[in-house]
């Protein structure tokens, strides 16, 4: 057993990890999919035109982007791979729904896809967490400014 007991003692561990954003966060910009104002094709559950975003400019920690190459045929192809860590407080806070595959992340003037998110810091055997992490990923092929229509909220 640990050293939770209760709703006060979550909402200490919540607030912990909120201030640790707002310490070493950085400013980023969260495009969450419209999938009302979106058309996906039925078969491959994938947008068929430009896909319609709302954007949410919150706090998060970002892991640097590491940068990978491959020489193609028709010159090189760059890749990058990165992590955002958002409080789920933060979310609250500002209305932002929490992160998804196919949701577009931007910091540092760059955007980058969403290709996992994983909820951490779970508290002991509740249902309750205090992060989320999203695995991002940079493609010269596939650049997201291609794909976000941005109404910010």
Known sequence: ?????GIEDFAFLDAVSSEIVEIAGTTIILYSIRKEATQIDIVYNEQIEDATYYAYKIQGVVRRPEQSSD?????????????????????????APEPKEGDVIEFWNTQYDIIRVQREGWVNDENAWLWINCILKRRTKFVPEKLVKAKHV
């Open 71 to 95: 020489a193609m045929d028709r010159g090189m192809h760059w890749e990058w791979d990165a992590e955002v860590g958002i409080s789920r407080k933060h979310l609250e806070i500002t209305g």
């Open 1 to 5: 057993m640990g050293i939770y007991t």
